[in-house]
């Protein structure tokens, strides 16, 4: 029997007492100096720098991943590496499992179902050839755009549910942007994120695990923290991935609502403020990584 | 100078005489025997059927490749088989260029802006590094996701621009499940698709060249051909993508309204419906595909 992913989580995050959420948005330009001088120095420049952002994710995960319960790879800043960048991002999974820390994999990807269901296989599941399955990325959980409706969604949801994996569907993202589209007023007097989350909780509602958590979960930005009493009334079993806090302006602080359901309700990402650490507080990369990792923890601890 | 897309596109359309984009979802269980054939021998099984899978593409361009304008490959169905897949669907990109086919790069990438700016670089751009440039995957052009919003689209239009490439932006799309949120009901008594036609059309006003075409353009489905002539309306100088012929049900007779502003205004796209069309038709794959292709660039000539 496959174990559920909410239930997985809520014990990862117990066993780990945090519930911080590593972001690894590998910028070429911004690797950790012992990365970039371990690339191979002969070989095409793709290939190099394929590696170096391999040995920086896994120097982030063994400075700042201890007090983390998960890490969060997002795949357009390895994509861009082409073939090299996913033999960078596979070797960052590996590394993280064998850390013991759950793989959220940031793609927000979105198709119609005969699609969803190929990236399903890239993500969480394996693709049947006649030469014998090969499997995807391995992720624990991954984003997923809802805005191409509910049968986009399901061969997302039931790949994942088949793989003991979870999802988080985008409700209320953190970018200015979001006024756009996500807030725009619908016929029935309420933003369209409401839409959305109402879409989550509908779908998750029979996916609740023990721990009391759906593997159907929602992406609600906390830059926008007035929201996310309401996005809990409206989906009250759903994990929340929570972007926005340290470089794009949240707070941590202002997230308390999402751990109603638990500590494992809500989970606080960060990315940069932890990675360039050192920019802010000096000293080596990987020692302020570990402190700055470490004080996001304890100050989401403390709330949830 | 770097080119207008939609003035590249125009002429690329009158120099072929086809409006025919070649969807490529190659699916391993389902490739042309003599690619799969062609697989080496040895090796990691991701390895041989990423070789095969470039084989299959290259032997579906050289049959339908004539007939088209364009390919558009799904970019979940090559990331399915990771480092292997990219590579494959790099050979792929190139072998269509060396064919004189533009490359449109179906993946429906939406993200917030720093990341939006690194899918651009992955699919358009190149991504700077400090021991050199890394360039992208080189499309003409890509799908784009417009749930973030305006400032989550902005960075891939620019890299576009610059880059002489459109951006297909999704609006209204040819699976069922478009009922739940790309036609909710606005509360200015339209459904939200209206309101994603507009961003298009204003993102895109300043952008029209010499052709009357811009570089922002929208997908289309046509398995609503009611809809086209109202997207017309709000979307005067859009090239419309337009999935949803042959296999997912629209009919190429009914998506006239598309080509409004000329033969390059609208795209007819097929995948399956050629790739597998000796399914139907009998014979061998390669010339089975060929006669469907010449079929459907024939019926979308009459129209425009």
């Known amino acids: 029997v496959t174990a559920h992913f909410g239930d997985r989580l809520a014990a990862a995050v117990e066993r780990r007492s945090s519930q911080l959420v590593l972001g690894l948005d590998p910028d070429p330009s911004r690797l950790w100096p012992q990365a970039l001088a371990s690339a191979p120095e002969a070989g095409p420049v793709i290939g190099r720098i394929g590696a170096a952002v391999a040995a920086h994710c896994a120097a982030v995960i063994d400075a700042a991943g201890p007090a983390c319960v998960a890490i969060k790879p997002q795949l357009a800043c390895f994509e861009r590496l082409g073939a090299p960048g996913w033999a960078a991002l596979q070797r960052t999974v590996e590394h993280a499992r064998a850390a013991g820390l759950l793989v959220l994999a940031d793609g927000k990807r979105g198709d119609v179902p005969v699609t969803a269901k190929a990236y399903a296989q890239a993500l969480v599941g394996s693709t049947p050839t006649p030469l014998g399955d090969v499997p995807g990325l391995g992720a624990d959980a991954f984003t997923a755009n809802p805005l191409l409706g509910r049968d986009a969604l399901e061969p997302l949801l039931e790949a994942a549910a088949a793989a003991g994996a979870g999802t988080f569907v985008l409700v209320r993202t953190s970018n200015p942007g979001a006024i756009d589209v996500e807030d725009a007023e619908l016929a029935a007097g309420r933003p369209l994120w409401e839409r959305l989350a109402e879409l989550v ?104």
């Open 201 to 304: 909780a509908e779908l998750g509602a029979e996916r609740v695990g023990e721990s009391g958590l759906s593997d159907v979960g929602a992406v609600t930005g906390a830059t926008e923290p007035r929201h996310l009493a309401r996005m809990r009334e409206l989906m009250p079993h759903a994990v929340f991935l929570l972007p926005g806090i340290g470089a794009q302006g949240g707070r941590v602080e202002d997230v308390a609502p999402a751990f109603a359901p638990g500590r494992a309700g809500g989970l606080v990402t960060s990315s940069r403020s932890i990675v360039h650490a050192a920019e802010q507080r000096g000293g080596e990369p990987g020692e302020a990584a570990r402190a700055e990792a470490e004080r996001l923890r304890d100050a989401a601890w403390a709330l949830g």
